[in-house]
Nanobody, 122 residues
Framework: QVQLVESGGGLVQAGGSLRLACAAS????????MGWFRQAPGKEREFVAT????????YYSDSVKGRFTISRVNAKNTVYLQMNSLKLEDTAVYYC???????????????WGQGTQGTVSS
């Protein structure tokens, strides 16, 4: 199983940017699709973005499309989430996860990080 550690969260004003990183342990990182999910207070966890094993395919939720970019560097066992033009509603704990399949269904993701808090202020 892959161990995941997120970093890069913090407090930013609306309109600003954050770059999240997710570092993975294990030699099989390059075999997995990677996804970012988030959970806001009082809400269910929701899909944000995903990238396939070789970065050919990416997919975003409608709420972040055009503002967020997912990328990965397999040689560094790391996946990133660049978040621009942040809105108040982007405030959440952000989680990365691995999946054998490329998709947005959280049930198909089997390894999860502990999460990193991203807070957007007005």
């Amino acid at each position: 199983q892959v161990q995941l550690v997120e970093s890069g969260g913090g407090l930013v004003q609306a309109g600003g940017s954050l770059r999240l990183a997710c570092a993975a342990s294990g030699r099989s990182f390059g075999r997995y699709a990677m996804g970012w999910f988030r959970q806001a207070p009082g809400k269910e966890r929701e899909f944000v973005a995903t990238i396939n094993w070789n970065s050919v395919y990416t997919y975003y939720s409608d709420s972040v499309k055009g503002r967020f970019t997912i990328s990965r560097v397999n040689a560094k066992n790391t996946v990133y989430l660049q978040m621009n033009s942040l809105k108040l509603e982007d405030t959440a704990v952000y989680y990365c996860a691995t999946s054998a399949r490329f998709g947005q269904d959280s049930h198909e993701y089997d390894s999860w990080g502990q999460g990193t808090q991203g807070t957007v202020s007005s």
